[in-house]
C-alpha cells in the first residue's frame, strides 16, 4: 500500500484527477489517498474546500483502475484556525492551503508512513520505488530545491515532495516546530522554511524523485511542475501545470505524460457533464 498526502481547496481537482491517474497507470499498489482541504473565505471568496462530488469522482476514478484504492477528504478547517488563523504567514507567496501539511501530526488516523506530495506533479514510473525507500531513521525523505541549494544552503530541501516518518516527526516534534516557527516569524517560503529549519534529521535523495526541470526524462519518477527561473531572452519565470497542456506541449516540450493528460481531459468532461445533468435537474 501507498499511503498519499494531497492539500489544497476546490481548484486542486484538475491536479488531483492528472496526478492520480499518473500514478494508477504506473503503480499496480493499492492508493490510499487522503486530502487535507479547509473552508477559508474569510481570506478570500475562492478559499472554498474541495467538494464532497469532486472527491466522490477522484475515489471512482482510481477505484476503476485499482478496486482496493481509495481517496479520502478530510475537513481541517478548524485544526487550521487553531493552529494559524490570522498569523503571520496567512499570505505568504503560495495560499495557506500549502500550511495544511504542517497538520498532519494533529489528525487522527495518519498512517506512520506517507507520502506527500503537490498538486502540480506528475508520477512518471512506479511510485513503489519511492515509498519504499527507508527512512527509519529519519523524520522524512526529500530532494534539494533547485534553487534554494545555492541560494540559501547546500542541503535546502524543495518541499514539494516529502516522504514523511510521522511516527519520528512526533518523536522530535518537527511538525509542532515549524507550526510555532509559522506563527512567530514572517519566512519567505513559509511552509518550505518552517519545516527545513525545524529539520532534526532529513534524508536527501536523487534528483529524479523531485524533477523540477527536466520534463521528459523516462527514469524520473517525481516530475514536478513548479515555477522556474529563466534567464534567457531576458530574466523571467515560467509557471506551467501538468494542466496548462497547450504550454506542457509547446513551451515546456513535454509529451512523456500525453496518454495520461488524454485521459484526464476525457474525465474532466465526463465529469463536467454530470454536473451540467445534475444542475439541469434541479432547475426543472
Request: aromatic residues 10%; glycine residues 2%; contains cysteine.
Amino acid at each position: 500500500m501507498v499511503n498519499l498526502l494531497l492539500c489544497g481547496n476546490k481548484k486542486v481537482f484538475d491536479g488531483a484527477l492528472s496526478q492520480l491517474i499518473s500514478i494508477l497507470n504506473r503503480t499496480e499498489e493499492q492508493i490510499n489517498c487522503y486530502i487535507f482541504t479547509m473552508e477559508l473565505t474569510r481570506v478570500n471568496p475562492e478559499y472554498t474546500q474541495i467538494t464532497d462530488k469532486q472527491v466522490e469522482f477522484l475515489n471512482e476514478v482510481v477505484k476503476q483502475k485499482s478496486p482496493k484504492s481509495n481517496v479520502k477528504k478530510v475537513d481541517v478547517t478548524n485544526l487550521y484556525e487553531k493552529e494559524f488563523g490570522n498569523c503571520k504567514n496567512e499570505t505568504a507567496y503560495c495560499t495557506p492551503y500549502t500550511l495544511l501539511r504542517l497538520l498532519a501530526d494533529l489528525v487522527p488516523n495518519i498512517p506512520e508512513k506517507i507520502l506527500y506530495l503537490d498538486i502540480d506533479i506528475m508520477v512518471g514510473g512506479n511510485l513503489l520505488e519511492l515509498f519504499n525507500i527507508d527512512i527509519e531513521d529519519y523524520e522524512y525523505a526529500a530532494v534539494k530545491e533547485k534553487y534554494g541549494c545555492w541560494a540559501i544552503r547546500p542541503d535546502y530541501i524543495n518541499a514539494g515532495m516529502l516522504l514523511l516518518n510521522m511516527k519520528k516527526i512526533k518523536q522530535t516534534k518537527l511538525l509542532e516546530k515549524a507550526r510555532n516557527m509559522i506563527r512567530e516569524r514572517k519566512l519567505l517560503f513559509a511552509d518550505q522554511d518552517a519545516l527545513f529549519w525545524s529539520t532534526t534529521k532529513k534524508k536527501l535523495l536523487p534528483r529524479k524523485y523531485n524533477e523540477q526541470s527536466r520534463f521528459n526524462n523516462p527514469k524520473t519518477i517525481i516530475c514536478h511542475f513548479c515555477k522556474r527561473l529563466l534567464l534567457f531572452p531576458y530574466p523571467h519565470t515560467e509557471n506551467f501545470k501538468q494542466w496548462n497542456i497547450e504550454e506542457v506541449h509547446k513551451i515546456l516540450k513535454c509529451h512523456y505524460f500525453d496518454k495520461d493528460l488524454e485521459e484526464y481531459l476525457k474525465l474532466k468532461q465526463e465529469y463536467e457533464a454530470k454536473e451540467k445533468t445534475k444542475e439541469y435537474e434541479i432547475k426543472i
